[in-house]
């Protein structure tokens, strides 16, 4: 199998992991009200998105993610200098790239059971292991938590569940102020997009997620919401399974008017253009774009720039100065 075979096969399961259970909240211990994670004997303690109760005396100062998306959403709060260790897949933002290759952040395996080195998370001496839920890292967890090791899983299954989770990271590494920063940029160009596209017919979209067999997502992914948040309809919307593999007859039926492809997906444009049936109005029209399958599949802060360029390949024409505006939004999180 080839290595972009594989990748992709670690993309769709890190997808469906992301659409089983629930998203974090925050509580004071004793009781069940919101709040922000803070004890009033001065601990921290928080549900994750398992329901389990998490408790830090004091800020977790080693940090190790089982994640990509923990791994952004941890440097966009400003705790980038408290991660240890990080998966092979944790490929943003740059400078946990660099660190990895300069030594000084352990890679500790990759995404699921087989391949996270248990031994590797232990000798780092962490006092906080970020998992992603959904049952890849079950052993992992359970074997850590044998351990005395603290392990908080994420899961979010939607943009709300993906702003608790950046707070939830935010206080268990002492950086609330800034994780309400960046939730509060991606609600404010949330928002933006929202009002740019308000009252514009929804375009029919069609989402290749791979190729040979031709694959798409369904309802309860992060892409069908995302590409609902952009002003779409995907045309595989209802299908009950996360990724329906499907047929070009029934892509000509639905007649997507924007077709979106991955750099990972096994397709191009031009194949595409070349190959397809004219019968397709995307493909009749050159309506074919390219999305970092990244931005859409990871829970973290770049969801949303992911749904806004969506919204651009969908609607073009309500986008001006889309580079300056996504520039001021990515400075704006990050400051």
């Not at 940090?63 to 923990?70: D, I, M």
């Not at 005395?148 to 102020?177: C, F, Q, R, S, W």
């Not at 194949?271 to 397709?280: A, D, H, Q, Y």
Request: charge should be neutral; aromatic fraction near 6%; include cysteine.
């Amino acid at each position: 199998m080839s290595k972009k075979a594989v990748a992709v096969g670690i993309i769709v399961v890190v997808i469906v992991a992301a659409i089983i259970g629930g998203y974090a909240y925050y509580a004071y211990e004793g009781n069940n009200s919101v709040s922000n994670g803070q004890s009033n004997n001065g601990k921290i303690v928080v549900k994750d998105d398992e329901g389990n109760i998490i408790t830090l005396k004091k800020p977790a100062s080693r940090v190790v993610s089982l994640a990509p998306s923990n791994t952004e959403i941890l440097f966009a709060v400003g705790a980038g200098n408290q991660v240890v260790g990080v998966t092979q897949f944790c490929d943003y933002p740059p400078i946990a790239v660099e660190r990895v290759k300069n030594g000084t952040l352990t890679v500790v395996g990759g995404f699921a059971d087989k391949y996270i080195n248990v031994e590797k998370i232990v000798s780092l001496k962490p006092d906080l292991v970020l998992a992603f839920g959904g049952g890849m890292q079950t052993n992992t967890i359970a074997k850590l938590r044998s351990l005395n090791i603290t392990v908080a899983v994420l899961n979010p299954t939607n943009i709300t569940g993906i702003y608790h989770d950046i707070i939830m990271v935010g206080e268990l590494t002492g950086h609330k102020n800034k994780a309400v920063k960046v939730v509060d940029s991606m609600k404010n160009k949330l928002n933006e997009i929202e009002k740019k596209i308000a009252g514009l017919p929804k375009k029919k979209v069609f989402f290749v997620a791979w190729n040979n067999p031709l694959m798409t997502a369904g309802n309860h992914t992060f892409i069908n919401y995302a590409i609902s948040l952009a002003g779409g309809i995907n045309i595989f919307g209802n299908e009950k399974s996360s990724y329906p593999i499907v047929n070009m007859e029934q892509v000509i039926a639905k007649n997507p008017d924007v077709i979106i492809i991955t750099p990972h997906c096994q397709l191009t444009k031009e194949e595409i253009l070349s190959n397809w049936s004219k019968e397709i109005n995307a493909v009749k029209n050159g309506q074919v774009y390219v999305i970092d399958d990244d931005l859409l599949v990871r829970p973290g802060p770049r969801i949303i720039q992911g749904i806004e360029e969506l919204a651009e390949d969908l609607h073009p024409n309500a986008f001006e100065n889309t580079d300056l505006e996504s520039a001021i939004f990515l400075a704006e999180a990050s400051a």
